[in-house]
């Protein structure tokens, strides 16, 4: 069992007695994630009404307002995202309704086809919400996000020097090409670790950075995820029924084109924040899936003559980093 620190502790058991619930509680921590962030699973004695989960924010480290914000524009656009039920700003506490134990990743070992449609309906959905609810994502900022990789996974991490002249072509050209997509809102981390099924539903969770940007991203972020692989026969057919559902004017084979490269973009990011995550932060927990997300990039970007000069460099890096994680032990 969890031990929270006196005074958080006092205050989740005030918030109990205001909601009607028993201040005695139990306190399970919940799966670390890539941010200063952290969550609980509170257990009130005797279970009276069900869980709740309890996050500790740092306001100074994490965009809480935005959190808040958007916790009700998801929600008016039908998305089922955790409620918040009480909350203290100046330390960045928040108790949230609780969407449940199952995620996706787990899921997904029992039904899939079901949990991926569940999945499609809370994309659907987030894509209706309008521009101007959310900020414009930017090329600039598809640059800055594949800078991440090259500065903490290669040079930091790696300790190599990047190969800028083979290399920036290609990551200028993965960034370009998400401004010739139509925009939608996106909610950048829809990976089997934030969707967990319910009773008919998928609830949706880490949707604070939500932005307006390319139609592809969350596809891509659920069809080709860090911590789960699909085959290729199973995403053409999840991105063939998207297609079918979307009501946007798709071509399908750019859209294909499409999803692989943002997925490569996203990807090599989410790479460079796992180095990061420990170099800046002290966290391990991500390194053991750089090796296997370099792989995956690479062979995405096999399928593209534009970008040849990549998949020789990203086996490398995998091939590095595996040995890197091996002798750490």
Not at 38 to 54: D, E, M, Q
Not at 87 to 102: A, M, P, V
Not at 184 to 195: E, I, K, P, S
Request: proline residues 5%.
């Amino acid at each position: 069992m969890e031990v929270l620190d006196a005074t958080l502790h006092q205050w989740v058991a005030e918030e109990l007695v205001e909601l009607s619930r028993t201040g005695d509680f139990e306190v399970r921590a919940l799966k670390a994630e890539a941010s200063h962030r952290h969550f609980y699973r509170i257990l009130p004695a005797g279970n009276p009404t069900g869980s709740l989960v309890l996050m500790s924010s740092p306001p100074d480290r994490e965009n809480n307002q935005a959190f808040e914000h958007l916790a009700e524009v998801f929600a008016a656009h039908g998305v089922c995202v955790p409620s918040i039920l009480a909350r203290q700003r100046e330390s960045g506490w928040y108790l949230l309704s609780d969407l449940g134990t199952l995620h996706l990743e787990q899921a997904y070992q029992q039904d899939s086809a079901a949990s991926l449609e569940l999945a499609l309906d809370a994309l659907l959905k987030i894509q209706t919400i309008p521009e101007g609810a959310v900020p414009p994502y930017t090329v600039q900022r598809f640059h800055d996000e594949l800078a991440i990789c090259r500065e903490w996974l290669v040079e930091a991490w790696l300790g190599e020097t990047f190969p800028a002249q083979d290399l920036d072509d290609a990551f200028a050209g993965l960034a370009n090409r998400t401004e010739d997509q139509p925009q939608v809102c996106v909610h950048r981390d829809f990976h089997c670790r934030n969707l967990l099924p319910g009773d008919g539903v998928m609830g949706v969770v880490d949707f604070q950075d939500a932005l307006f940007g390319p139609t592809s991203y969350d596809l891509s972020s659920l069809l080709h995820d860090c911590y789960y692989r699909f085959t290729p026969a199973e995403v053409a057919r999840w991105r063939q029924r998207y297609l079918e559902r979307s009501r946007l004017p798709l071509d399908p084979q750019t859209f294909a084109a499409d999803v692989d490269l943002m997925a490569a973009q996203r990807l090599l990011k989410a790479a460079g924040i796992f180095a990061r995550l420990q170099l800046r932060d002290q966290k391990t927990s991500h390194l053991r899936y750089i090796p296997s997300t370099l792989a995956h990039v690479a062979t995405l970007c096999g399928r593209y003559k534009d970008l040849a000069a990549l998949p020789p460099h990203l086996l490398r890096w995998a091939e590095a980093a595996a040995r890197k994680l091996e002798d750490a032990g």
